[in-house]
């Protein structure tokens, strides 16, 4: 009955997590500069899309029908979401 309890225990700890909340939210404009596709576990394939400003090079996993609907040099509009304000320095 104790190892059940402890076990109890442990599976109500390691399953709360911290909801994490957005404090800001922007859209910026992207220049899509690269498409990838990545062979993972059991031959499915991963499908990543690289956008870039002049600044910054960002990169996204994204459905196979996001994948297909833009291609290198499309611009698009991205939602960021900050989930945690940067520390003070």
């Given at each position: 009955?104790?190892?059940?309890?402890?076990?109890?225990?442990?599976?109500?700890?390691?399953?709360?997590?911290?909801?994490?909340?957005?404090?800001?939210?922007?859209?910026?404009?992207?220049?899509?500069?690269?498409?990838?596709?990545?062979?993972?576990?059991k031959g499915?394939?991963?499908?990543?899309?690289?956008?870039?400003?002049?600044?910054?090079?960002?990169?996204?996993?994204?459905?196979?029908?996001?994948?297909?609907?833009?291609?290198?040099?499309?611009?698009?509009?991205?939602?960021?979401?900050?989930?945690?304000?940067?520390?003070?320095?």
């Amino acid at each position: 009955m104790k190892h059940f309890i402890l076990l109890f225990s442990i599976l109500i700890l390691f399953s709360c997590t911290e909801r994490k909340e957005v404090y800001e939210t922007e859209i910026k404009t992207y220049v899509i500069s690269h498409k990838e596709t990545r062979n993972v576990l059991k031959g499915s394939d991963a499908y990543y899309i690289y956008f870039q400003t002049p600044t910054s090079t960002e990169c996204a996993y994204v459905s196979e029908g996001t994948y297909n609907k833009y291609e290198v040099g499309d611009t698009i509009s991205v939602l960021i979401k900050y989930w945690e304000k940067p520390k003070k320095k």
